[in-house]
């Protein structure tokens, strides 16, 4: 696993299909999530989050809200959801997105990349998109 520098890393969760896990610097918790962006809508993304060796479980759906002046992220479970707004890796999770949606880079996470480009889900080898989370072609297209 490698560490995405903080300057790219709401590009790289929000990228379409981004495989990471988030650790917490205080606590050392550390939830793994898989966030696929819906194809047919910009910001909607399908979260998927690790029960334990890598066995993912969908949790819901993630939008990014535009309504009012404010943009946030909001969570929904929907019916096929396993996971509540409640949920602590749920709750990191929106933290984690919303602190960077707003221009916050010091959160308290470190964010790691899974081996994988946040976009196409191709291996990455060079070591500036290793940083990024992002290979070259994909990096110029976000």
């Known amino acids: 696993m490698d560490r995405i520098d903080d300057e790219y890393a709401l590009e790289f969760l929000t990228a379409g299909k981004c495989e990471c896990s988030i650790e917490s610097k205080k606590t050392e918790v550390k939830f793994t999530y898989v966030i696929n962006k819906n194809k047919d809508k ?8 690790d029960k334990g060796y890598l066995d993912f479980i969908y949790a819901g759906v993630i939008f990014l809200n535009n309504k009012n002046s404010k943009k946030e992220f909001e969570f929904f479970q929907g019916k096929s959801g396993n996971y509540t707004k409640d949920s602590i890796s749920i709750k990191a ?3 984690i997105l919303n602190s960077l949606l707003n221009g916050r880079r010091e959160i308290g996470v470190n964010i790691y990349n899974l081996g994988t480009c946040g976009r196409c889900g191709r291996p990455l080898t060079d070591p500036e998109s290793i940083k990024r989370g992002l290979g ?7």
Request: net charge neutral; hydrophobic share 50%.
């Open 42 to 49: 910009e910001n909607m993304f399908f979260i998927n989050v």
């Open 93 to 95: 999770l929106l933290y």
């Open 136 to 142: 070259p072609t994909c990096a110029s297209r976000v």
